[in-house]
T-cell receptor, first 108, second 114 residues
Framework: GQNIDQPTEMTATEGAIVQINCTYQ??????LFWYQQHAGEAPTFLSY????GLEEKGRFSSFLSRSKGYSYLLLKELQMKDSASYLC?????????FGAGTQVVVTP | EAGVAQSPRYKIIEKRQSVAFWCNPI?????LYWYQQILGQGPKLLIQ????????DSQLPKDRFSAERLKGVDSTLKIQPAKLEDSAVYLC????????????FGNGTRLTVT
């Protein structure tokens, strides 16, 4: 089994940067995914890390340290449409398990 | 490409009734997943299929939940009898099948049990 921990909620101002941390414990790590989920909608894929280091995709970047069981999602130049829940998910022995999600609130 | 299709979009039933959800994955996706998402929580994996075989159903409450994927394409998830705590969004997802492939989710079925 695994524990996936991420903060419940974060608030940031439009145009700012927010970093969402995720820690996990697993015995059979196959990769870490980040998903975005707007209220009432399905999760959509943002990024994937399998090796240590930083993956950059436009305004979103994701970092992984396997030895520390740690990842973060960095959202730059925040826009109002970025207000959503961000889900950290760990693939362990082929199964993808999700954390509870971090609700990001972007204010004007 | 067409996305993952799910129906119905919403369902309201009384406790002890039965209900079924349907999912059609993205064409060519070998792996199909059913997740349960309770309000305010992350999705919880119920069952995972690889083609028409079950890969994992360790978190499926088998006394009341059942799922099948007979021809390795469409899938149905059934609850019989439903309990109040089954109120949730039931998400179907599919992927090509390797650990590197992301899951693509359908819009889900919102179930309310009264």
């Amino acid at each position: 089994g695994q524990n996936i921990d991420q903060p419940t909620e974060m608030t940031a101002t439009e145009g700012a940067i927010v970093q969402i941390n995720c820690t996990y414990q697993t015995s059979g790590f196959n990769g870490l995914f980040w998903y975005q989920q707007h209220a009432g909608e399905a999760p959509t894929f943002l990024s994937y890390n399998v090796l240590d280091g930083l993956e950059e995709k436009g305004r979103f970047s994701s970092f992984l340290s396997r030895s520390k069981g740690y990842s973060y999602l960095l959202l730059k130049e925040l826009q109002m449409k970025d207000s959503a829940s961000y889900l950290c998910a760990v693939r362990e022995w082929g199964k993808l398990q999700f954390g509870a999600g971090t609700q990001v609130v972007v204010t004007p | 490409e067409a996305g993952v299709a799910q129906s119905p979009r919403y369902k309201i039933i009384e406790k002890r009734q039965s209900v079924a959800f349907w999912c059609n994955p993205i064409s060519g996706h070998a792996t199909l997943y059913w997740y349960q998402q309770i309000l305010g929580q992350g999705p919880k994996l119920l069952i995972q299929f690889q083609n028409n075989g079950v890969v994992d159903d360790s978190q499926l409450p088998k006394d009341r939940f059942s799922a099948e994927r007979l021809k390795g394409v469409d899938s149905t998830l059934k609850i019989q009898p439903a309990k109040l705590e089954d109120s949730a969004v039931y998400l179907c997802a599919s992927s090509l099948g390797s650990n590197l492939d992301p899951l693509h989710f359908g819009n889900g079925t919102r179930l309310t049990v009264t």
